[in-house]
């Protein structure tokens, strides 16, 4: 049996985020690991006040309940709950919302 998903999302594209539109703070306290990697100087952006980049999610099962709707990437806060991730295909927008099992 497929377990019941609630997705909430606006259904809107938003620009991702270079490095410097992050503030230092949390660049320092959150990204750090990310210092010096080129390969992330794109891939920010801030959804119900906090910070996230792409590396933070983990790719989403095809048969999985949340690939519906064409979710790319999860970050669980809970067991049953979390931030779903779809990226556009030019790789420049995103669309982001929650989903609670």
């Given at each position: 049996?497929?377990?019941?998903?609630?997705?909430?999302?606006?259904?809107?594209?938003?620009?991702?985020?270079?490095?410097?539109?992050?503030?230092?703070?949390?660049?320092?306290?959150?990204?750090?690991?990310?210092k010096?990697?080129?390969l992330?100087?794109?891939?920010?952006?801030?959804?119900?006040?906090?910070?996230?980049?792409?590396?933070?999610?983990?790719?989403?099962?095809?048969?999985?309940?949340?690939?519906?709707?064409?979710?790319?990437?999860?970050?669980?806060?809970s067991?049953?709950?979390?931030?779903?991730?779809?990226?556009?295909?030019?790789?420049?927008?995103?669309?982001?919302?929650?989903?609670?099992?």
């Open positions: 049996m497929t377990p019941h998903v609630v997705i909430i999302t606006d259904h809107k594209w938003h620009n991702f985020m270079v490095r410097d539109d992050v503030p230092s703070g949390v660049l320092e306290n959150q990204f750090s690991h990310l010096g990697d080129k992330c100087e794109e891939g920010f952006f801030k959804y119900h006040e906090w910070w996230y980049h792409l590396s933070d999610f983990s790719i989403i099962n095809k048969d999985g309940p949340l690939s519906r709707n064409s979710w790319h990437g999860y970050l669980a806060d067991f049953y709950s979390g931030v779903l991730v779809q990226v556009h295909a030019d790789h420049q927008q995103y669309k982001v919302g929650r989903y609670m099992a």
